[in-house]
């Protein structure tokens, strides 16, 4: 299989393998199948990196991965409100537990900011991905902002780090993966 090209990152999906309103519902030695086929069977071609977006939670899929390929970091993305913070917690230690590195924690809506009159308001909780942190010994790589033009550039099928660069949203993004590729071992050669 070949995956889509965009803005210069490969990328496959089992939402590309699917119909668009069919449900994956698999679990065990068919979620393990999929991610074999997705890693692979795919043709990647020359990588610096392979990011695995997986849902949150500790179940068959993220063990699957966790235990079937190497992995050397794993990145906890998580709102600030409590019941979020909980899988973040578990899901962290699932990934010490079975030898892989946490990177660190990113708040994601942490914040959103009236456009019109500036008011920061934390509808999730604040400082929820902080405090995480600190129970598990671990960095914040940065916060993503709840914001309008994150979405309506994500719609389009544009990053915001290309679509508004100098935004404050993109320098968010940037700086998450600059920290991330800091902590991670350099590329293979």
Known sequence: ???????????????????????VVWRGLMVMSAIEKLLRQVDWGQLDYLVVDMPPGTGDVQLSVSQNIPIAGAVIVSTPQDIALMDAHKGAEMF???HVPVLGLVQNMSVFQ????????HIFGADGAKRLARTLDLDVLGDIPLHLNIREASDTGQPIVFSQPESDEAKAYLQIAAEVVRRLPPPLQ
């Not at 299989?1 to 309103?21: D, H, K, Q």
């Not at 009236?114 to 308001?121: A, D, L, S």
């Open 1 to 23: 299989m070949r995956p889509l090209l965009n803005y210069g990152i490969a990328c496959m999906s089992m939402g590309f393998l699917v119909e668009e309103t069919a449900p």
């Open 114 to 121: 009236c456009p019109k009159c500036k008011h920061k308001t």
């Open 96 to 98: 010490r537990k079975v």
